[in-house]
């Protein structure tokens, strides 16, 4: 298995994004066929909406209406990220080690208001499949990308970060800086 190569795929679309209560981010997404044009086309749009969504760091299929298993990331220049493997998108992730658990804060554009303490894994190794060729690939990660990897793998299940806070106390009014 490899690390991930850099995104290289088709131009994407961008797509809207939903927000809670939408019924999509609650359901569990499918496994997809990473060779299939169609989610060669959604990785690209995952990409293209990330990528002009301002402090966006990933972005899942379910959270532009797709109960899809396939997500980007891109922690690339993010002051909390230590380990960054670019722009990527995986299909039908699985984590197989986590280790390090830490409580840090996370936000999400598809609950735009609201931040929450959430304990994930500082270190974790993930297996997937890359969209296109199909091809499988294992990524050992860090701090704030694994994080992310942990975030984006739970939109696949169906899970927000509000499903792993601790309680009421742990979410907060999101900052808003002008």
């Not at 670019?86 to 999400?108: M, P």
Request: aromatic content about 4%.
């Amino acid at each position: 298995m490899t690390a991930p190569v850099a995104w290289d795929g088709p131009q994407g679309n961008v797509l809207p994004v939903v927000t809670a209560p939408a019924t999509v981010l609650s359901t569990v997404g499918d496994e997809v066929d990473p060779a299939d044009p169609a989610v060669v086309q959604l990785a690209a749009d995952l990409v293209a909406t990330m990528r002009v969504s301002p402090g966006c760091v990933g972005l899942a299929a379910t959270q532009v209406g797709v109960g899809a298993q396939i997500f980007a990331v891109d922690v690339t220049g993010h002051p909390k990220a230590a380990t960054t493997h670019g722009t990527f998108v995986l299909c039908n992730a699985k984590i197989i080690e986590a280790s390090r658990w830490k409580a840090g804060r996370e936000g999400c554009m598809s609950v735009p208001d609201l931040t929450g303490d959430v304990k994930r894994a500082g270190r974790i190794v993930v297996s997937a499949a890359l969209p296109g060729s199909g091809e499988p690939v294992e990524i050992t990660t860090d701090a704030f990308e694994a994080r992310a990897l942990q975030h984006e793998i739970d939109h696949c299940a169906g899970k927000l970060f509000l499903d792993r806070v601790a309680g009421a106390h742990a979410i907060y009014q999101r900052k808003v800086y002008l």
